[in-house]
Nanobody, 115 residues
Framework: QVDLVESGGGLVQPGGSLTLSCVAS????????ISWYRQAPGKQRELVAF???????RYVDSLKGRFSISKNNAERTVYLQINNMRPEDPAVYFC?????????WGQGTQVTVSS
């Protein structure tokens, strides 16, 4: 069974907005913190934001103000809203959480920003 499925990526103009979704399976949703990461070509995967099983949200300082993480418990979905897209934002965005045996990753969704 697929535990995490990302969607919502696509091509966005600079300054535009996009909302990514991560649907988690019942077995892992809200068992641990759920995070969004991103990985640009040739770069390390980096943390973007995370949300706890409660209401606590945290962001990387450099991205705070443009990125917003939220979740819908009924839909078992964590969202990442990206505003004011910048040229450095293109990357594959992944959601992540802790499973019963270790870290779980989704397959990623590609975000591309035009110039």
């Amino acid at each position: 069974q697929v535990d995490l499925v990302e969607s919502g990526g696509g091509l966005v103009q600079p300054g535009g907005s996009l909302t990514l979704s991560c649907v988690a399976s019942e077995s892992i949703f809200n068992r641990h913190v759920i995070s969004w990461y991103r990985q640009a070509p040739g770069k390390q995967r980096e943390l973007v934001a995370f949300i706890t099983t409660g209401v606590i949200k945290r962001y990387v300082d450099s991205l705070k103000g443009r990125f917003s993480i939220s979740k819908n418990n009924a839909e078992r979905t964590v969202y990442l809203q990206i505003n004011n897209m910048r040229p450095e934002d293109p990357a594959v965005y992944f959601c992540n959480t802790g499973g019963r045996s270790g870290v779980v990753w989704g397959q990623g969704t590609q975000v591309t920003v035009s110039s």
